[in-house]
């Protein structure tokens, strides 16, 4: 009875939902998602992945130059752990994780990854083959004198500080930075939709474009150029890109920028050598090139070389050791700037935030007017702090100089007043700092070698207010002290510095574009190609064989016969007009009887070999075809690249190719006979030269076809072989014509072949 009562009393239980613990929100979601997403990507760009083109930095970077200058690590000061400065950050400026942070601190103390360090590492700190650093329980750090020019300043009221995350601490929105960072370290960068990669650059070239812009702002980015000889990486390498290119690119903000690695030759015995790597480019480790390199030799992918070591201690010293001593090191460092990272591109793309807000694109002379106006802005401030502080230390001065021109009565007061303070300050017209630091001197002071010492500090404080005041309302004193600054820095990093010297150097890269490399790089020797009228080719090693001993399958007999090098390409031209090419290393061997030519390349059955030559690109060739017709062709144009061959003289059936004639450099005159024992002879300048095509007509012949043809020299004269001596033609006027007549009957002793040889 008494639950049930108890029950009763009770209040009725509501049947209402419970309030929500955070107002409904009544939006679309894609608006919501909109919103968040921008948020995000705002936090992305301008607090975490692009640097502010003032001080070049990124929050990361300068809350760990912040927090250091905290804990006092200068560079003449002892290092104190990396572990210490690690919790310094993340737990007053930086709340994320200390791996993160700890890889920035390492990065911007590594000498490979950094032109120009800001911390001093005590350690392992990692190396250019890509190992780790040790953990930062182990390694130490403090900052080094760039650094210090990036902070000096700070507590001169240089710049605007913030609230931390928490609101417990104060930080730098940006750093004085009395060092041009962002170019001279460059960085690099992903954030959402936009990226950001500058390359580092020489802090003394970077001086002299200030001091030029400062000089004449309407300068231009080319006259720049001129003093900026492009990046200045770390690892140092060669800069190989074209000037116009570098220009385009720093004119712009965006471009690409060739690098390769430095290499020297070493000389050993007899007449053997090995490439020695010495730089590398930017960014490349070096135990992946090695493995590369190592992977490209085991799968045969660099014939021409033969083994790659790694002699490096404190230097980088790459072995690189070439299989034969015949193979040029150009073309070998060619294949390999081709095909591992011992040659590589920076893109560039000078993407900063102007003021620490809005990213952009800026080309060279507005990243560097940008930093030149940052220090104007820092100059000013820091000289209207000083300003105030000299005023401050006036009015005390001129508190403590009444006090000596009436020391009796001042003590006489502070002796016998209860509150002297007052009783000073109407006494003799004090301020209250005035009054203040009087009653706060000590008595030692009063001697009078004393007061000698603050007139002297009063006068020369009355020197500095008037300069300071001019200074702050005068632009162009403000210039002129920020170019005197600049100055100032080019002495420090100049040429003649081991920091300030230049690393890359500008070179121009070899054009061996056109040249096959696994050609070139084969090895040389002579041989003598025999080719027989069946078809059968085969290549013996050495020239000035004996052809009396050369063998022949029965019922098969000699047929082409040429001497030529394994370097070489050997073309055939066959009775369809198409001309194909063999490698001279491909041949096979002069054991036997060779093999059959149709298995190397794709003649038909019912085509036949015409002619045998050596290719050269800067050599001419007359063809022909039974129908008279025919060209002058160049032989850089005959090579064909596959097997089928290169269709260059055009014939239908029952019409062939009869002809191919290399043509002399000194030759002008051309002589054509027919099958009908008519010869012709003409200006070989009536014969077109073609690429390909059927031709004009070279002679017109009734009843016959085109037999043979012979390029001469008109003053050396014509001549033709009779049986096995050589016949000269001295007077050749009868058989002068224009091309396309039908000719006369050819001297007497002219062989029965209808051939001139």
């Given at each position: 009875m008494l639950n049930k009562t108890v029950m009763s009393k009770r209040a009725p239980k509501s049947t209402r939902p419970p309030e929500p613990p955070h107002p409904v929100i009544d939006q679309p979601f894609a608006e919501i998602l909109s919103e968040k997403y921008l948020s995000y990507a705002l936090s992305t760009i301008m607090s975490r992945s692009l640097p502010d083109v003032r001080d070049g930095l990124k929050p990361v970077h300068r809350r760990l130059l912040y927090a250091m200058d905290q804990l006092r690590l200068r560079p003449d000061l002892a290092p104190k752990k990396c572990a210490r400065v690690v919790g310094d950050v993340i737990g007053k400026y930086h709340p994320h994780g200390d791996l993160s942070v700890y890889d920035a601190l390492v990065r911007l103390a590594q000498d490979f990854s950094v032109r120009y360090?800001?911390?001093?590492?005590?350690?392992?700190?990692?190396?250019?083959?890509?190992?780790?650093?040790?953990?930062?329980?182990?390694?130490?750090?403090?900052?080094?004198?760039?650094?210090?020019?990036?902070?000096?300043?700070?507590?001169?009221?240089?710049?605007?500080?913030?609230?931390?995350?928490?609101?417990?601490?104060?930080?730098?929105?940006?750093?004085?930075?009395?060092?041009?960072?962002?170019?001279?370290?460059?960085?690099?960068?992903?954030?959402?939709?936009?990226?950001?990669?500058?390359?580092?650059?020489?802090?003394?070239?970077?001086?002299?474009?200030?001091?030029?812009?400062?000089?004449?702002?309407?300068?231009?980015?080319?006259?720049?150029?001129?003093?900026?000889?492009?990046?200045?990486?770390p690892t140092g390498g060669l800069l190989v890109e074209p000037k116009e290119n570098i220009r385009a690119a720093y004119e712009t903000g965006r471009g690409s920028m060739r690098l390769r690695a430095r290499w020297e030759q070493e000389e050993l015995k007899q007449g053997q050598y090995q490439i020695i790597v010495t730089e590398i480019p930017y960014q490349v480790q070096k135990s992946k090139l090695i493995e590369k390199i190592a992977e490209l030799i085991n799968n045969r992918k660099l014939p021409m070389l033969d083994d790659v070591r790694d002699e490096s201690a404190e230097d980088i010293r790459l072995v690189l050791v070439p299989k034969s001593r015949n193979v040029a090191p150009e073309l070998l460092m060619e294949a390999l700037f081709r095909q591992t990272d011992l040659e590589t591109r920076f893109a560039l793309n000078m993407n900063m935030l102007e003021d620490g807000r809005v990213p952009r694109v800026m080309n060279l002379k507005e990243a560097l007017q940008h930093w030149l106006e940052h220090q104007k802005v820092v100059l000013v401030r820091r000289s209207m702090h000083r300003l105030e502080k000299v005023k401050h230390r006036l009015e005390v001065l001129a508190g403590y100089l009444i006090v000596y021109l009436n020391i009796d009565k001042v003590i006489k007061i502070i002796r016998e007043e209860d509150e002297p303070k007052p009783r000073l300050m109407k006494t003799f017209k004090l301020s209250d700092v005035q009054a203040e630091a009087i009653l706060n001197m000590r008595l030692r002071s009063l001697r009078k070698l004393e007061e000698m010492e603050l007139k002297r500090e009063h006068d020369d404080l009355s020197q500095e207010q008037d300069a300071l005041e001019k200074l702050i309302g005068s632009e162009s004193r403000q210039w002129t002290r920020i170019k005197k600054q600049v100055g100032e820095l080019q002495k420090t990093f100049g040429p003649d510095t081991a920091l300030g010297k230049r690393r890359t150097k500008s070179a121009t890269a070899p054009t061996l574009e056109a040249v096959n490399l696994e050609e070139a790089l084969m090895e040389k020797e002579p041989v003598t190609i025999i080719c027989s009228a069946k078809g059968w080719i085969r290549a013996m090693k050495g020239h000035g064989l004996n052809h009396a001993e050369f063998k022949y399958k029965d019922g098969d007999r000699e047929g082409f016969i040429l001497e030529a090098q394994t370097t070489d390409k050997i073309l055939l031209f066959a009775t369809n007009g198409r001309f194909y090419t063999i490698g001279g290393d491909k041949l096979p061997p002069g054991r036997g009887f060779g093999e059959p030519v149709r298995l190397m390349i794709d003649l038909p059955n019912d085509a036949d070999i015409l002619s045998m030559l050596v290719h050269d690109p800067e050599s001419r060739l007359l063809v022909g075809s039974s129908s008279g017709h025919g060209f002058v062709v160049k032989g850089a144009d005959v090579l064909a690249q596959t097997k089928s061959g290169k269709q260059i003289l055009n014939v239908t059936a029952p019409e062939e190719a009869t002809l191919c004639r290399v043509i002399g450099a000194d030759h002008d005159m051309v002589a054509t006979i027919g099958s009908n024992r008519k010869m012709l002879i003409y200006k070989l300048e009536e014969v077109p030269e073609m690429a390909r095509g059927k031709g004009v007509i070279l002679q017109r012949i009734k009843d016959g076809s085109l037999a043979d043809a012979k390029t001469f020299n008109s003053k050396q004269g014509l001549t033709f072989r009779s049986g096995a001596k050589e016949v000269q033609v001295n007077d050749i006027k009868p058989w002068l014509g224009n091309r396309a007549g039908a000719g006369k009957l050819p001297p007497n002793g002219f062989p029965k072949s209808g051939r001139f040889s």
């Open positions: 360090p800001l911390i001093d590492g005590q350690g392992n700190f990692g190396n250019i083959d890509g190992d780790n650093a040790a953990a930062m329980r182990y390694t130490e750090a403090r900052l080094t004198d760039v650094a210090l020019l990036l902070l000096d300043g700070l507590d001169e009221d240089a710049v605007d500080f913030r609230a931390n995350y928490d609101g417990s601490e104060r930080e730098p929105i940006v750093l004085p930075a009395a060092f041009p960072n962002l170019l001279a370290n460059g960085a690099s960068g992903i954030a959402v939709g936009m990226a950001t990669n500058i390359p580092p650059h020489n802090v003394a070239e970077l001086c002299e474009a200030m001091l030029m812009i400062l000089d004449d702002p309407k300068v231009s980015v080319k006259d720049l150029l001129k003093v900026v000889k492009g990046p200045d990486f």
